[in-house]
T-cell receptor, first 112, second 114 residues
Framework: TQLLEQSPQFLSIQEGENLTVYCNSS?????LQWYRQEPGEGPVLLVT?????EVKKLKRLTFQFGDARKDSSLHITAAQPGDTGLYLC????????????FGTGTLLAVQP | DAGITQSPRYKITETGRQVTLMCHQT?????MFWYRQDLGHGLRLIYY???????DKGEVPDGYVVSRSKTENFPLTLESATRSQTSVYFC?????????????FGPGTRLLVL
């Protein structure tokens, strides 16, 4: 059962445009992570948000955790070709293992 | 180079054969995980391990077996491969401790079952 839905699934934009990726669930998570995955490689963590309503910025990337800790968004300002990749959100269940439930992914292509 | 490695990187096998995918990490992380990645499903957890000799099922364990005799190794075995097990398999590790949430992923093994 997929508990985390991401939208859009695919996004192709021109360099310099802004975009937002959404990650939605009906479940509450103790924290939410965003990963980026490049072709032929494993996912790499971008950020972890923990508190409802929390906003974190990583250069041109802005991450927000929903107030109810059920959803999150990733906003990229002035996208660059280097931002191209698969973006995955992952909700953490907490506890010692803190298992992750991954979203379906958003494949972003930024054209120069 | 230290980190988490997977082997082989690519594997083609036939239905019914046994296949073992290897995962090795040099950080002495307590937790290790196996995921499969399929289009439209994202990453799904197959098995995980909290420490040597401690393993547990994830979301999609059927058809897979794991072992963890040493902290640094976490092999995944497909006892009798099926076409539905064609996928990209990722191993990950995580240190123990409060606040240790980041999982570190290997480069993946691309498996094709004919």
């Amino acid at each position: 059962t997929q508990l985390l839905e991401q939208s859009p699934q695919f996004l192709s934009i021109q360099e310099g445009e802004n975009l937002t990726v959404y990650c939605n669930s009906s479940s509450v998570f103790s924290s939410l992570q965003w990963y980026r995955q490049e072709p032929g490689e494993g996912p790499v963590l971008l950020v972890t948000v923990v508190t409802g309503g929390e906003v974190k910025k990583l250069k041109r990337l802005t991450f927000q955790f929903g107030d109810a800790r059920k959803d999150s968004s990733l906003h990229i300002t002035a996208a660059q070709p280097g931002d191209t990749g698969l973006y995955l959100c992952a909700g953490a269940r907490g506890g010692a293992t803190n298992k992750l439930i991954f979203g379906t992914g958003t494949l972003l292509a930024v054209q120069p | 180079d230290a980190g988490i490695t997977q082997s082989p990187r690519y594997k083609i096998t036939e239905t019914g054969r046994q296949v073992t995918l290897m995962c090795h990490q040099t950080w002495s992380h307590s937790y290790m995980f196996w995921y499969r990645q399929d289009l439209g499903h994202g990453l799904r957890l197959i098995y995980y391990s909290a420490a040597a000799d401690i393993t547990d099922k994830g979301e999609v364990p059927d058809g897979y077996v794991v072992s963890r005799s040493k902290t640094e190794n976490f092999p995944l075995t497909l006892e009798s491969a099926t076409r539905s097990q064609t996928s990209v398999y990722f191993c990950a590790s995580k240190p123990e401790g409060s606040g240790q949430e980041t999982q570190y992923f290997g480069p993946g093994t691309r498996l094709l079952v004919l």
